[in-house]
């Protein structure tokens, strides 16, 4: 089984390479976050022509995340039950549903933006109602697991240079604590073995050539439980994807499962 995990960042932008990518590819089930369309606005019958259900949490052009899944598509949960507002407002950051023999999140973290501001006070309660939320499934004997653009590089690693991000978001304690907490919940980080380079970035800046120069950070994780982990054959980071005109800042990582 093939599961994978994609900013795809406007799929009505990228919808061609999108399935493309799926027929390439054989993914099983795919996990899709910075949809930036409306529910009514989502490709599901394009989609469903290649093969596949769509389970979508989508409000307008920012945001929005999906399941799309050729195994089974049952259960969906839309949202993060518990999780907090925003401006008034419950971002559609997260859907999770049960596809074939495995339980499955999407979800996307918010940015935090500067430590100072509120949206990363947010992006820290966000997370902690993601654990929260995520408690009751992880020490299950169904294999489970959260996957998406977290917005987070969990070690110093996986950015490209940690001193350019000193006092910035996405490497605080805070947020890397927040991973540390998911882990307590009985989930283990699924690592993408790199193809290139010595460490597997998932996102690279649009700007100043940074795919190129491979200037790039690991936010786009895989966390599952035991009974996922113990499943996984190979994790990788699609990073051709990555490549040409008209594609995401993000790359697809992909995990196959002995399932």
Known sequence: MRIATWNVNSITARLPRLLAWLESSGTDVLCIQETKCTAEQFPAEALREAGYESAVNATGRWNGVALLSRVGLTDVVTGLPGGPEYEGVQEPRAISATCGPVRLWSVYVPNGREVEHDHYTYKLAWLEALRKAVAPDA????????????????????????????GATHVTPAERAALTALEGEGLGEVLPRPLKYDRAYTFWDYRELRFPKNKGMRIDL??????????????????????????????????DLDL
């Open 139 to 166: 020490p299950g004997p169904l294999p489970f697991a959260v996957l998406g653009d977290f917005n987070v590089a969990p070690t110093d690693e996986d950015v490209w240079d940690p001193a350019l991000f000193e």
């Open 222 to 255: 895989t966390y599952g439980n035991a009974a996922f982990t113990a499943a996984v054959k190979d994790s990788y980071v699609d990073r051709e994807e990555r490549k040409g005109k008209g594609a995401s800042d993000h790359a697809p990582v992909v995990v």
